[in-house]
């Protein structure tokens, strides 16, 4: 197995074997899960920032469908980068409802679509970055499509009308 070394200073390397072994893990084994994190999300595994300066909501990379929605933009588009930050107030919005955890994403470049199923009816979420303050909500009933146009703060009203 091959071996690597870093240098550190004495301080930062006490603080973070002593984190490291609060959580139950060598400092290996921590080294090691952030080389695997950065594989699988294909770069650093948390935001690089400019102190003072304010960054987006970190939250929202923990969020398996945007991960997944991520990487297919990627495969897809041959993009090495999306601006996650252009989704952010949707996503804020989305984590206000109470959706059952099978919801899919696709970022597309001026939109983002969201299937969820919101108390036992689909819908599809259509959110163009254009027009920031409005979104489509989309669903099938009877074979008939229904289609609502919404304010961003008013989702969660417009899905209980529906």
Not at 89 to 118: C, G, H, S
């Amino acid at each position: 197995m091959p071996t690597i070394q870093v240098r550190i200073d004495d301080q930062t390397k006490t603080a973070s074997t002593a984190l490291f072994n609060q959580l139950g893990m060598s400092m290996s084994e921590a080294i090691s899960l952030f080389l695997r994190q950065s594989i699988m999300r294909g770069g650093i595994p948390f935001t690089l920032t400019v102190p003072g300066k304010q960054q987006p909501n970190t939250d929202i990379l923990e969020n398996e469908a945007i991960i997944d929605a991520l990487k297919r933009y990627k495969a897809i588009n041959n993009k090495p980068d999306f601006d996650i930050a252009k989704i952010e107030p949707f996503f804020r919005t989305l984590k206000n409802i109470d959706y059952d955890n099978t919801m899919r994403m696709t970022l597309q470049e001026n939109a983002v679509k969201v299937r969820l199923n919101y108390k036992g009816k689909d819908y599809v979420l259509d959110y163009n970055f254009e027009e920031p303050d409005s979104v489509f909500i989309l669903t099938r009933k009877d074979g008939k499509l229904f289609v609502k146009d919404c304010k961003l703060s008013k989702i969660l009203e417009t899905l209980k009308d529906f």
